[in-house]
């Protein structure tokens, strides 16, 4: 069994489309306003970039399917990694310590005294 | 293995390790086994933007702050010249596939200076970002607005992390990610120079295909981690 070679034209192509994709999601970060949307599409512009590059440059195209199951083995993990650890964030009453408003006095206070204080005031609250 | 292709193996017999049956199956193991690499080094990466991913997610708005400091037009530009780099490393596979001698050195030598340009550039952004004190660690300061608590002593170290601020947490990902990946840039950069060399001195790369394809998986790699650095730290910004 031979590897079919991919043609200097088609590199050129999938090139030219890598570049395009490249300025739309320059444009669309730096004028559009996408709001809840912008994280889904960047990253779906750059899978989609990354599948042109795999396919054709890295030749998964032509690839055994030993190769295939190796990289989707590796994908999977990553995908248990993302999930289960976001899901863990996103679920916690987890970010900024609230810290009370700055007093004359506290603006003294070297930092570690400043978060003492803080830690202090959120354990009054419960 | 057919006959038509058994015989371009009997000829590159001294090139086959002795426990490989023939070129096709070594070509086929090497190759898997750079996959196998890639593999633990999307897991590598794919930490790294875990952390970052989650880190973001508490602090949206200081992160976006953070990154409106980064140069998207040198980004930008870097991630076109990392792009047209792997057109030339896909450009060398095919020219020693195809046995061209001539082309595979040309489109080695040019991928070596673009992926050179890339890190010259990469250079200059960090030694402006020295410059403007947002360095965690050596330099981090940012000017105060409105928030007194988290602009007190920015760039005392002494303060415990969580009490200092979420940008300089955005910088500290920026350095790590684009740093780790200057070091995968090294590290692709100093292979093509080897082989750029033995391709100069005699008939590497043309007999067998195989060192370049592989390394060509490599460096296709480290721009797929580009591709996905320069919209998560330099573009996402509301």
């Given at each position: 069994?031979?590897?079919p ?11 030219a ?11 669309l ?12 599409v960047a ?10 590059v795999?396919?054709f440059?890295?030749h998964?195209i ?6 295939w199951?190796v990289?989707?083995?590796?994908l ?18 987890y ?27 959120v354990?009054?609250?419960q | ?10 000829h ?7 426990h ?20 633990t ?15 973001r997610?508490?602090?949206p ?74 360095v965690p660690?050596?330099n981090?300061?940012?000017p ?8 007190i ?12 601020d ?37 008939d590497?790369?043309v ?32």
């Amino acid at each position: 069994m031979t590897h079919p070679t991919i043609s200097p034209r088609t590199y050129v192509a999938v090139f030219a489309a890598l570049i395009l994709l490249t300025l739309l999601t320059a444009w669309l970060g730096a004028t559009a306003q996408l709001g809840a949307w912008e994280i889904p599409v960047a990253l779906g512009i750059a899978t989609v970039k990354t599948l042109l590059v795999g396919l054709f440059f890295m030749h998964l195209i032509h690839s055994s399917k030993l190769t295939w199951l190796v990289i989707l083995s590796a994908l999977l993990a990553l995908a248990i990694m993302l999930a289960l650890t976001l899901v863990d964030y996103w679920t916690r009453p987890y970010g900024p310590v609230s810290l009370p408003p700055p007093t004359s006095s506290a603006a003294r206070l070297d930092g570690s005294e400043r978060l003492t204080a803080a830690r202090g005031s959120v354990g009054r609250e419960q | 293995m057919s006959p038509s292709t058994s015989s371009p193996a009997e000829h590159d017999h001294h090139l086959v390790a002795h426990h490989f049956e023939n070129l096709e199956q070594q070509r086929d193991i090497n190759t898997l086994g750079m996959w196998v690499f890639l593999g633990t080094e999307i897991l590598f990466f794919g930490g790294l933007f875990t952390a970052y991913a989650a880190m973001r997610s508490i602090w949206p708005g200081p992160f976006a702050q953070a990154s409106d400091k980064l140069s998207v037009e040198l980004g930008g530009a870097n991630t076109a010249i990392l792009l047209t780099s792997s057109l030339t490393m896909a450009l060398a596979v095919w020219a020693s596939q195809t046995a061209q001698r001539r082309l595979l050195q040309l489109f080695l030598a040019l991928t070596l200076l673009f992926g050179a340009t890339f890190l010259v550039i990469k250079g200059t952004e960090w030694y402006h970002e020295y410059t403007e004190n947002l360095v965690p660690g050596v330099n981090f300061s940012w000017p105060r607005e409105g928030d007194p608590v988290r602009e007190i002593g920015l760039a005392d170290t002494s303060v415990p992390t969580d009490a200092r601020d979420p940008k300089e947490l955005f910088f500290v990902f920026y350095f790590i990610i684009t740093g780790l990946h200057a070091l995968h840039m090294i590290v692709g950069l100093a292979v093509l120079s080897i082989q750029l060399t033995l391709a100069l001195r005699s008939d590497f790369g043309v007999r067998d295909y195989t060192p370049i394809e592989v390394s060509g998986l490599y460096w296709h790699f480290v721009d797929v981690v580009w591709i996905f650095v320069f919209p998560l730290l330099y573009l996402l910004r509301h």
